[in-house]
């Protein structure tokens, strides 16, 4: 499954720089979603998901590079991810 970069680069906010590396990790989150949860990766609701993703990577994690190393505890919830979910079970 192919997601394309540009969906998450469309999401970036321009005060703050994401490197490919970000933008990589960030698409595998975002295929390991849509593959869980049986969505294409060109709909809305991975565009949601993408941009909840954006978000909680930009403002609401404390240190990203925790997440590239690897982490072991686990990850603080985004409330706009949590929501997004809720709306897409309830779909």
């Not at 394309?4 to 994401?18: A, G, H, K, P």
């Not at 919830?77 to 949590?82: D, P």
Request: glycine share 4%; net charge negative.
């Amino acid at each position: 499954m192919v997601v394309r970069t540009e969906m998450l680069q469309d999401r970036v906010s321009s005060n703050i720089v994401l490197g490919s590396d970000d933008l990589e990790l960030l698409q595998r989150f975002l295929e390991a979603w849509c593959e869980e949860n049986d969505v294409s990766p060109e709909s809305e609701e991975a565009q949601a998901i993408a941009s909840g993703l954006m978000n909680w990577y930009q403002f609401e994690l404390g240190d990203r590079n925790n997440l590239k190393s690897g982490l072991s505890t686990p990850l603080p919830e985004s409330e706009e991810l949590e929501t997004l979910l809720r709306k897409l079970k309830a779909a």
